[in-house]
């Protein structure tokens, strides 16, 4: 079935410092791919998504592009805060008509220091 | 962005006791919202999809008279846990999605609920 993968954590930098989380998926279809973002105690907040092949998400000044080819949704932002400090899970929407389900990835958990 | 709430927030309980917990969309009609669970530390596993006005669909493994969904109205979907026990204790997340517009294609969570178990 589908199933996505993401880069084990933690993942620790320093403040200002460049960001790379990987991701990849596997899918028998053509599924829309988001990241989400969970903050200590909170539920999950949408934090970009892509529907289709080279598309670019943004957001906050993270970014993802929907590689095909490659079959990745590698999250990245040029300089990380401290308040980007949180659990970032990659997920990919499978299914039609409707009920689509969203499978997600392990997460992967940023501290980011001062 | 959307707003789904969830109430309550936190809730602890005695084991044999059932707990109810209430996911609403306040700005959109959500015709499907999903429910999940998560464990410390680890990511969500999706329970079950409700879909307003029908019965809900179980993911394989999840106990569906032990766990029992409601969704009688578009902003309003339930899960009872029914005889709970410490082993229930966890994370309980649940998300809508609507069935058009621009917020057809993405699904808005809630804060969660921790449900504690004694």
């Known amino acids: 079935g589908d199933s996505v993968t993401q880069m084990e954590g933690p993942v620790t930098l320093s403040e200002e410092a460049f960001l790379t989380i990987n991701c990849t998926y596997t899918a028998t279809g053509y599924p829309s791919l988001f990241w989400y973002v969970q903050y200590p105690g909170e539920g999950l907040q949408l934090l970009l998504k892509a529907t289709k092949a080279d598309d670019k998400g943004s957001n906050k000044g993270f970014e993802a592009t929907y590689r095909k080819e490659t079959t990745s949704f590698h999250l990245e932002k040029g300089s990380v805060q401290v308040s980007d400090s949180a659990v970032y899970f990659c997920a990919l929407s499978e299914g039609s008509g409707g009920y689509n389900k969203l499978i997600f990835g392990a997460g992967t958990r940023l501290a980011v220091h001062p | 962005g959307a707003v789904v709430s969830q109430h309550p927030s936190r809730v602890i309980c005695k084991s044999g006791t059932s707990v109810k917990i209430e996911c609403r969309s306040l700005?959109?009609?959500?015709?499907?919202m999903f429910w999940y669970r998560q464990f410390p530390k680890q990511s969500l596993m999706l329970m079950a999809t409700?879909?307003?006005?029908?019965?809900?669909?179980?993911e394989q493994g999840v106990e569906k008279d032990k766990f029992l969904i409601n969704h009688a109205s578009l902003t309003l979907s339930t899960l009872t846990v029914t005889s709970a026990h410490p082993e229930d204790s966890s994370f309980y997340i649940c998300?809508?999605?609507?069935?058009?517009?621009?917020?057809?294609?993405?699904?808005?969570f809630g804060p969660g609920t921790r449900l504690t178990v004694l």
């Open positions: 700005d959109f009609q959500a015709t499907t």
């Open positions: 998300s809508a999605r609507a069935a058009t517009g621009e917020k057809a294609n993405t699904q808005y």
């Open positions: 409700s879909n307003e006005g029908s019965k809900a669909t179980y």
